[in-house]
């Protein structure tokens, strides 16, 4: 099979087959918390709460560090693991910076100016 | 007989729901994308549609990995505002067409697009922010409405081929509806944007006023595009783009396109937005 070109994209990963099987518990974790009583029951004792998972203890352990870009590397989705944000008390842009590696000053005021730039950033050869 | 008589795309930026239910919406921030739905709104109190086949990305409320349909369509009464993490939008429930809704899911299927048929839906702010911006905050909302929720999470989405040709099918189905009903048909999501990782924040306004420009005159063309160049150029979250094809599909080969806006920033993403009319052969 040919090279799957979309790894050659920086800084971003497919939710496809392969992320999706990896990160299935976690990902129906974070839909756990779509729900008032489920947040109070993590917030209160994180651990324990992800214990009724069977995901990996890899996987435990980006959710307990904030990891955000290990989460997804582990097969997250960001519409799950942002749930874990929301329960936070965590904007979507505000998980961005942190992902990007910038403070959320820095990230907001480059979104000002029109966003990250698509050139350098279509490829890992860097066109 | 029933008659699509419009199509509108727009992003569905969660944050612009926030802003517009915190009362945030005059703030400097913000005044540059509202005003960019002005016209919008006294069209659409022209337009008076009677209903609307909201075409929409579901992102993780109603549907989780359990199970993930491509293409859904919701035949129910109504449509409850999803809790997505801080409490349901405060906008008013949806009133869905379930007779409509039921015909459009038959025909399509007959004609070979195998929908999954929903009975029991919340709807997030990929379909309630659409509403918001083209209707502002009413008691109720003056139509009914159609979810129809397309998979752009998992990947893959359909291709916008397929998008494009289930648009095309949606018409067909639409003018054999008996009833005298007045159909708009809306795609939403887009424009460029990624959400994920350390390129989050990506945004390419050329491929995206380029985007505009084939949807509008070349959608056949724009079509064809695979998905690969939505990730790479327009982010990975830029691939709901395909969506807005449904829309193109639904109307005549040519348009006539009422109204543009194009805006960057609403939080991570691009906003884009486009008023287009059928123009009869």
């Known amino acids: 099979m040919a090279e799957n070109p979309f790894k050659d994209i920086p800084g971003t990963t497919l939710f496809d087959a392969e992320q999706s099987r990896k990160g299935y518990h976690l990902n129906m974790f974070c839909m756990s918390l779509m729900k008032a009583p489920n947040r109070e029951a993590f917030k209160a004792d994180e651990r324990a709460y992800l214990d009724r998972y069977p995901m990996t203890q890899a996987q435990k352990q980006t959710v307990l560090d904030r990891d955000w870009n290990g989460m997804l590397a582990l097969g997250g989705n960001i519409y799950f693991t942002s749930k874990i944000a929301a329960t936070d008390g965590l904007s979507f842009q505000q998980i961005a910076a942190v992902m990007s590696g910038v403070s959320q000053a820095d990230y907001a005021a480059m979104m000002l100016a029109g966003g990250r730039t698509i050139e350098g950033n279509r490829s890992k050869g860097g066109v | ?281």
């Open chain 2, 1 to 281: 007989m029933a008659r699509i008589t419009a199509g509108v795309a727009t992003s569905h930026v969660p944050a612009i729901g926030a802003a517009i239910d915190n009362g945030r919406s005059g703030e400097d921030y913000w005044k540059p994308v509202f005003a960019g739905y002005e016209k919008s709104k006294g069209w659409i109190a022209g337009a008076k549609p009677d209903v609307v086949i909201l075409v929409y990305n579901d992102h993780a409320s109603a549907f989780s990995l359990e199970l993930i349909p491509t293409f859904a369509i919701g035949c129910a009464e109504s449509f409850a505002p999803a809790d997505e993490g801080w409490g349901p939008r405060p906008v008013p429930t949806v009133q869905g067409h379930p007779e409509l809704a039921w015909h459009l899911a038959q025909s399509l299927i007959l004609d070979e697009f195998d929908m999954t048929i929903v009975n029991r839906m919340d709807v997030d702010h990929g379909l309630t922010v659409p509403l918001s911006l083209m209707f502002g905050q009413p008691d109720a909302w003056p139509c009914k409405v159609i979810p129809l929720a397309v998979n752009v999470v998992q990947y893959p989405p359909p291709t916008g081929n397929r998008c494009f040709k289930l648009g095309q099918a949606i018409a067909r189905a639409v003018a054999s509806f008996p009833q005298d009903l007045n159909v708009q048909v809306w795609g939403t999501g887009g424009m460029s944007h990624q959400l994920q990782g350390p390129r989050a924040g990506l945004i390419n306004r050329e491929f995206d006023l380029a985007f505009l420009d084939r949807l509008v005159e070349d959608p056949e063309v724009q079509a064809r595009v695979p998905h690969i160049d939505y990730v790479r150029e327009a982010g990975s979250e830029g691939i709901e783009l395909v969506m807005w094809l449904i829309m193109r599909g639904a109307l005549t080969r040519q348009v006539r396109e009422l109204h543009r806006f194009y805006h960057v920033p609403a939080s991570n993403t691009a906003v884009g937005h486009l008023i287009l009319e059928p123009v009869p052969e």
